[in-house]
């Protein structure tokens, strides 16, 4: 067996110039596809944490039925204790409890429809970047404080600015009727057209007085950096949750916003489809070489088939040279993939007119490529399968050689 | 305007439409209704029970109309919202929170939001009488209801009416009670149903005193409109429709 390793690697370096020429096309197609599937899997990191970190969390707590329609009513108990057992019980601080409302707000002049948020002063910070956001003036002071926060666009639409009043009239959580005026100490301008224009925040303490909620809430949001632990933090928060109340579900980001997993999956399976292409460009001219290099030593292989060898092994040694080949192109071409992403994992890649974008959602301005084991393996894997298969197609041609017309061929 | 709010109100639809009229014409059926309603008085006293499957809750109220127009409607009870009230003047409306002593102008894009958080939308209560005029209205049948004629109109907006439904069909007897009002969507499916449950005759009309408006998907919601009290023809004070009567309640 070692003889025919042996073998095939002297036969590869045969005809240097071709070897190393397929061998760049395997490489620069390996590599090709390791930074691009890299750079792809980094964008949708930098999506689901743009997603995650402005207001949405990466997991939220809520009553069963809450998501689909959002009724005041189907609110969690005593939300703040299930804070902090979820706190003690997960070692993650980045947890706040809000509770949402719908309301007709106005100033002097004009009054549109919102969402109000009542949220813990202390803990919101952890897990949106809307009290970061914060502009002009301050975010709100503590729980029972009476003040309000604003977008920047709905201001804007009010006509309001820092210190007026802001007129808030709603239905509480028991049909009554909610109302109350604040004053406006902040205005935030987080960039998300929706969030400025339709939300504004009041503290928790003071949305639940106004709203009747008692110590009711409607969501806790958990914030963790890491997508992947999503189905982890979902299992863990399980038996507390099923403790507290066993209508609670606990809803990942991808549940929350569809729309962000959807629009990722959509772009998967486009990149896939251009993967795909670039595959079969790099199968059919390494089919090619090796279709050459075996027609071109039919002669070799008629005497070694004069000399005893059954076409099968010869077969053998044809798909071995193929896949030394492959492998060492492979692997050089994958390395090198590695380090352009590792390059630009450490100093970023940035577009044209990326800042201007990025910026508004207080994102970095850069990409940076994803480094897993996926992105790295995934695209050399498919390529070392596809040029293996276009290997057979030459290596099968030897079984039909007949050893004494074999020799005659030039 | 306020049409539908002399509706909840159980005020006789289609009054003074005489039973020998050419009945065959739906547009003229709701368009001589309708102008039977100029310069009508009434006063009400009513309840509104909203039902859903873990609470209810009872508001009481009483309202003054004048024409199709003018309404204010003020709550008596519970009494955590005594005093909170709604003033409708030919399309707009007011809300006064008696908490915050401020009245608030309803912007029209919140006119598909619930009214006091009922069944009924802002929309359902102070819709304006562009229902003759955004509506095509086609008589489908003709039946018999406790020896009363029956009429089955069916109302479609105009492609451009600033409605939400797809259309609405309405059951109205001869002697004009509305028995049941059912609001389809744009797919034609049945979104949800108002229906009369008793029917009274009170200082010589004939009026639906119950209605009861129905989430057609979901049997545990709906919202039930009482009128216990209802006078008609009375004589109104001037300032009753203004913005300052709604915000000092007498």
Known sequence: ????????????????????????????????????????????????????????????????????????????????????????????????????????????????????????????????????????????????????????????????????????????RDGSIAATIFPVVGIFDSGSRELDRGLVQIPLNSFQQVFSMGNHAHAVVIYHQNAELVDTLK????????????????????????????????????????????????????????????????????????????PINIGKLVMMEALILTLFALIAGTLIGLAVNYYFLINGLTFEGMEEIAAQYNMPATITPQISIESTLLGPAVILIFTLLAALYPAMKIRKLEPVEAMRHI | MSHRLLQIFSLWLFAGLSCSSQADNAQQLIRQAIDNYRGITSYSEATMTIHRPDWQRVIAMKAWTEGLDKSLVRITAPKKDKDSGSLLLDDNMWSYAPKINRVIKIPSSMSGQSWMGSDFSNNDIARADDIIDNYTHTLLE?????????????????????????????????????????????????????????????????????????????????????????????????????????????
């Open chain 1, 1 to 172: 067996m070692t003889t025919n390793w042996q073998f095939a690697w002297r036969n590869i370096w045969r005809n240097k110039r071709r070897t190393i020429l397929t061998m760049c096309a395997i490489g620069f197609g390996a590599s090709l596809i390791v930074f691009s599937v890299g750079l792809q899997l980094g964008q949708y990191d930098l999506m689901i944490s743009g997603s995650t970190r402005i207001y949405q969390g990466l997991v939220q707590v809520q009553k069963k039925g809450y998501l689909d329609e959002a009724r005041m009513r189907n609110s969690i108990a005593d939300a703040q204790t299930l804070a902090n057992n979820i706190r003690k019980t997960t070692a993650i601080n980045d947890v706040a409890v809000r509770a949402n409302g719908f309301a007709l707000v106005s100033s002097r002049e004009r009054t549109y429809g919102v969402a109000v948020i009542g949220v813990e002063t202390r803990h919101e910070g952890n897990v949106s970047i809307i009290p970061g956001l914060v502009k002009e003036g301050r975010y709100l002071a503590n729980d029972n404080a009476s003040e309000v926060v604003i977008g920047r666009s709905l201001a804007k639409n009010l006509k309001i600015t820092l210190g007026d009043e802001l007129t808030i009239l709603g239905s509480g």
């Open chain 1, 235 to 310: 299992t863990q928060l399980q038996p507390l949750l099923k403790a507290a109340d066993p209508d609670l579900l606990a809803l990942g980001w991808d549940q929350i916003q569809p729309g962000i997993k959807e629009s990722i999956e959509l772009d998967y399976s486009s990149g896939w489809f251009m993967y795909i292409v670039l595959v079969a460009i790099i199968t059919f001219s390494i089919m090619n070489t090796f279709l050459m290099s075996v027609l071109e030593r039919t002669r070799e292989f008629g005497i070694m088939l004069a000399l005893g060898f059954k």
């Open chain 2, 142 to 250: 003709t039946k018999n209801h406790n020896g009363h004629k029956l009429f089955i109109i069916q109302s479609v907006p105009h492609e451009d009416a600033p409605v939400v439904w797809g259309k609405e069909v309405l059951q109205i007897r001869d002697d004009h009670v509305l028995l049941e009002h059912a609001f389809y969507d744009q797919d034609g499916i049945l979104i949800k149903k108002l229906t009369t449950s008793e029917i009274k005759t009170i200082s010589g009309k004939t009026i639906a005193t119950t209605q009861r408006m129905q989430k057609a998907d979901k049997e545990n919601e709906w919202t039930e409109f009482h009128s216990s009290v209802i006078k008609f023809n009375i004589i109104i004070p001037k300032n009753t429709f203004t913005l300052s009567n709604l915000r000092n309640p007498r």
